[in-house]
């Protein structure tokens, strides 16, 4: 199954209220903003990806879940595959590093053993405080499209850790994400939609508007690229259709100024799809709008 | 590394006051008590077990660690690798039982792809409503050591999974255990120590007396086994190092009953480590006291 397929299953089994019908990346008990990421060696890192940035990139993609929800982070569940002593010691450096840097402790886990060969597989559930919690379908028409941060470095960080030349900065960006989490709560209290860029702006902008059930409309001449995305040759469609930027991406009512520094990159109107424009001329949609998951 | 070095590592970690010092199978949040289980293709089911049994099991040992401390589900967290439709279809209706028999919706989750002939790697996160919570770690010189149900049969029914001759009902007891919730809720007012059987009676006696400081003795003859157990051919000793039960194991101060039906099979005195006995008379302890984790 592919995995539009599978969720539309899981719909139709007992769900509670804070799942939200599945629609968000979140689910929100009580006070509590919880969150679970997967990360699949082959598929979400290479298996040349030093152990400690695998660690820093499962833990930081989580709390951008919570960022999107303006959470502070609680702490994070583990569940770890034993590997070789190397990769282990790696790992809980890595692992240190990252819940230090967001002030975000261990709560508990599971460690299993792997049969040989396997390739790894590690999740981390994140816990966060809950503030404003503006969901992935509140997007109003009228209201502008906004992005914190600059797109498209971790794409090129990704064709850097595949062997392209280029900048440790733009690797860095791919294996060492910041969860925006002050960004987050910054913007939350304005924000009528908000979510993080994990799969990239164009797919993700076009599930804000499909689960707000509206269309959406994106700039590439107003997409914010880095001068080192710029050096290293980077486009604006190939920023715009790459994943894992963990940026904060968010639907504010027209006239409003975010909080915490962003840039418009587009808007949103009655009626359904993406359409993408530079500099306000229409421009074919790309054939990938940026990761999904397929079935093997 | 082996499980109980990296959890030692990560001892040194950052840590949620809620993890207990990674001394338990739960956190406790609040008023939530949150555990989590990851379930390894080739090491804790077999590919040829059918894909409603795996997700029946997977849920299942989640809610047992709810059910040892006293815990009323409220929710599950599920990362799910996609597969072929039949696995996926197959998994989805054992998942719906599951969730049904246990009056527990889903909360959320994480679907995933896999490389090509990656063994499935399944985790569940389950949320209950705290209870007493009694720690694995709170046993008294001088209680009683007591178990829910009976034992082996899920030992049982992984020979027969594994193709040995054996009746459907020891099958089932390994392939879809019962949570016992409602006997955990009933328990914990009076348990000084809980926890799950997942491993083994003896290595999870052994564990609740070392998070105790303590010695525990266990006598062979108290062992509760099923008739149908017996008729197997099925031996006390092979019944206590088997894992998969998912009975509860608990102490009691002496003299008092448990208030669900269970058994007395042993008790904890000053000291360390595990004794073993039949009818009181010394037995060796096996090579294996039950189920460990290892390093690929």
Known sequence: ?????????????????????????????????????????????????????VAWKLVATNLSDLAAKGATPVGVLLNYPLSDDDWDRGFLGGLDAVLR???????????????????????????????IAPPRSGASAGDRLWVTGTI??????????????????????????????????????????????????????????????????????RVPLSDAYRAWGGTAIAAVTAGDDYELLFALPPGTRPAAPATEIGGFSTGSGLTLTDDGAPVALPASLGYQHRAR
Do not use: K, Q, W
């Open 1 to 53: 199954m592919i995995e539009a397929e599978f969720i539309a299953a899981l719909r139709a089994l007992p769900l509670h209220p804070a799942a939200r019908g599945l629609e968000d990346d979140v689910a929100v008990l009580g006070s509590l903003v919880v969150t679970t990421d997967t990360l699949v060696e082959g598929v979400h890192f290479l298996s040349r990806d030093p152990a400690a940035d």
């Open 101 to 131: 840097a967001n002030d975000c402790p261990l709560l508990g886990g599971d460690t299993v053993s792997l049969p040989a060969a396997a390739p790894r597989i590690l999740t981390v559930t994140a816990f966060g405080e809950r503030g």
């Open 152 to 221: 498209g470095d971790a794409g090129a960080g990704l064709a850097i850790a595949r062997g392209a030349d280029g900048p440790p900065a733009l690797l860095a960006r791919y294996r060492r994400p910041t969860p925006r989490v002050a960004e987050g709560r910054l913007i939350a209290g304005a924000a009528r939609a908000m979510m993080d860029v994990s799969d990239g702006v164009l797919i993700d902008a076009a599930r804000m508007a499909d689960a707000s059930g509206l269309a959406v409309t994106i700039d590439l001449a």
